[in-house]
């Protein structure tokens, strides 16, 4: 199973990530968010940097010449789309890096695959995410689902769901995203917490 952690600021975390062998390692490029991080990292030093973990841009509904600027700038591997992208969006992009599509879920979503109907020949992966990012959803609709495409699990997530995890099965289950349970502040990632799920999903 892959490990995705996102709302990276620091250069030492990436760092000690990529130490971690952890797959990917996202950062915010959403001026608004708490843990924006376009500003906080020097751009030559990360596009420079010889890591094995993917470096993952993740955009809100961005226009389409800030996402290649910002591939180009920081080196990224994987854009990540969290807004109302449209497949044409996705398909754009996806001649310049991999494209992780996100979808929100709650108790409204009664059929996955229809969701993901528009984008499933524009993207590489997609993330299924809680719309409350402090709860877990319900993973029993992604069991059901055919998908078809690999895909990542966000929302919520903590050291204490790690049972639940490997519990769950699905032939395109790719990974785990971890965010906020496993910060000491915004942007700031608690490492032990980390590598205690590190250890524990093994």
Known sequence: MNIKVCGITQFKQLQ????????????????????????????????????????????????????????????????????????????????????????????????IDTLVANYDGVCDYYLFESKNEDELFDWEILGKAKIEKPFFISGGISVDDIAKIKKFKHLDFLGININSRFEKEHGVKD????????QGTK
Do not use: H, T, W
């Open 191 to 198: 490492m032990g917490k980390v590598l205690a799920f590190v």
């Open 16 to 111: 000690q990530l990529d130490g971690l062998n952890i797959a990917y390692a996202g950062i915010i490029f959403e001026k608004k968010s708490p843990r924006y991080g376009g500003d906080l990292l020097n751009k030559d030093v990360l596009k420079n940097a010889d890591f094995d973990l993917k470096k993952v841009g993740v955009f809100n509904n961005p226009d389409l010449i800030d996402v290649i600027d910002a591939i180009d700038d920081y080196g990224l591997d994987v854009v990540q789309l969290q807004g109302n992208e449209s497949p044409e969006l996705c398909d754009d992009l996806s001649s310049q890096a991999e494209v992780i599509k996100v979808f929100g879920i709650d108790e409204s979503v009664k059929d």
